[in-house]
């Protein structure tokens, strides 16, 4: 692919507690598809959202089976987005802060997730064409 | 002269900072910069047409060119046919090929 | 690369963090070699007062035996040679006096804003 950029982004929420997330997924199938090169650095509770033990669950009170439900899991967004930037000719590099999953527990994520510090960081942001920091509240 | 793109994320209704952050832009543009203001989330709450804030269109005078996300807008409802003047629905891509431009992006 | 920080954000999980995080995220960069510079503003801008004291929580038995120390740690990018600056519009909304804060501060008015992020190849904001 002519001329493939390298982005990379810094991510700071979990999962399930702010648009933020939602918009950083967005942003990254936007450059997957594009068949960029996109970093992620994981920073604090960014961690979780590759995390392994993610399950789906059920919906009582819209009368939905697990199934029907089919509950966005922040993992499974990941792993799509990683396969999307592969099928696309580029690449998705997600790297969790190793301290920050460490305090969280959070140490069991899904393949293709590396471990890292904020040193990896600078390494993303002076191999890229551009970096975005999305900061929690 | 510099290319930025800001994103804001926050609406002035509940944000007492977000002024700040469109004056920063209005600044901007009147150094000569090119500024590409984005919002995002409740960024885009200020952008309907009869919203009591009157800043966005002031931006839009001052040479900063903002954009709402369109995805944004509709899952608040905000028809983008009915937009303050001076705001442009624009999809998400924008951001990933202004950051790819080397645009000096931060956001709030 | 000249990198700004703008640390805006303040007193979130600084307890359970023992640190601010982006201020511990800072001072790592600066050891892997980063061009960064420190602009403080919002709520963050208390940060560089002296007399912070988190000490002393405990919860049930268990007792926080090292309390962030926010001030110090702003002090310590200073001595690291990290320029540190702080937004005086926000420092004036608080009531915070040149004599509160740490040495080294540089004083910046947001009316100088756009000026100084035009000195910097890359803005992120905390």
Not at chain 2, 12 to 38: C, I, K, N, Y
Not at chain 2, 42 to 49: M, Q, S, T, Y
Not at chain 2, 73 to 85: D, F, K
Not at chain 3, 80 to 105: F, M, P, Q, S
């Amino acid at each position: 692919m002519a001329d493939a950029k390298t982005l990379t982004f810094l991510l700071m929420d979990p999962p399930y507690e702010d648009a933020r997330s939602t918009t950083a997924f967005r942003l990254l199938d936007a450059a997957a598809r594009r068949g960029w090169h996109v970093n992620v650095f994981a920073y604090e509770g960014a961690v979780a959202l590759p995390f392994a033990k993610q399950a789906p669950h059920a919906n009582a009170v819209h009368g939905r089976s697990v199934e029907e439900e089919n509950h966005p899991l922040p993992r499974e967004w990941v792993r799509a987005l990683m396969e999307t930037a592969r099928a696309y000719g580029g690449s998705l590099d997600w790297v969790n802060c190793g301290l920050c999953v460490d305090e969280r527990g959070a140490g069991e994520a899904i393949e293709g997730v590396r471990r890292g510090s904020p040193a990896d960081f600078w390494k993303m942001v002076e191999g890229a064409d551009n970096t975005l920091v999305i900061p929690t509240r | 002269m510099a290319k930025y793109l800001l994103i804001e994320s926050r609406d002035p209704f509940t944000s007492a900072d977000v002024d700040a952050h469109w004056q920063l832009a209005t600044s901007l543009a009147r150094e000569g910069d090119t500024v590409t203001l984005f919002l995002v989330q409740n960024g885009v709450l200020p952008a309907r047409l009869r919203a009591r804030s009157h800043g966005l269109a002031e931006l839009a005078g001052a040479g900063v060119e903002v954009l709402a996300d369109e995805f944004s807008l509709r899952e608040r409802g905000i028809a983008p046919t009915a937009l303050v003047a001076g705001v442009r629905p624009a999809p998400i891509d924008v951001v990933v090929d202004l950051l790819a431009e080397g645009r000096k992006a931060f956001w709030h | 690369m000249k990198v700004l920080g703008i640390i805006e954000s303040a007193y979130r999980a600084t307890i359970e963090e023992q640190d601010d995080t982006v201020v511990w995220f800072t001072h790592v960069l600066k050891g892997a070699g980063a061009d960064v510079t420190v602009l403080l503003c919002g709520n963050a801008v208390n940060y560089a007062v002296r007399t912070q004291d988190a000490s002393g929580l405990r919860f049930g038995e268990l007792r926080q035996t090292q309390a962030p120390r926010l001030a110090q740690d702003v002090g310590s990018l200073v001595a690291k040679g990290v320029r540190v600056l702080a937004l005086t519009n926000d420092l004036d909304d608080r009531g915070i006096a040149a004599a509160d804060v740490v040495e080294g501060l540089e004083y910046v008015p947001r009316a100088a804003m756009a000026r100084l992020l035009g000195q910097f190849d890359q803005v992120w904001h905390w």
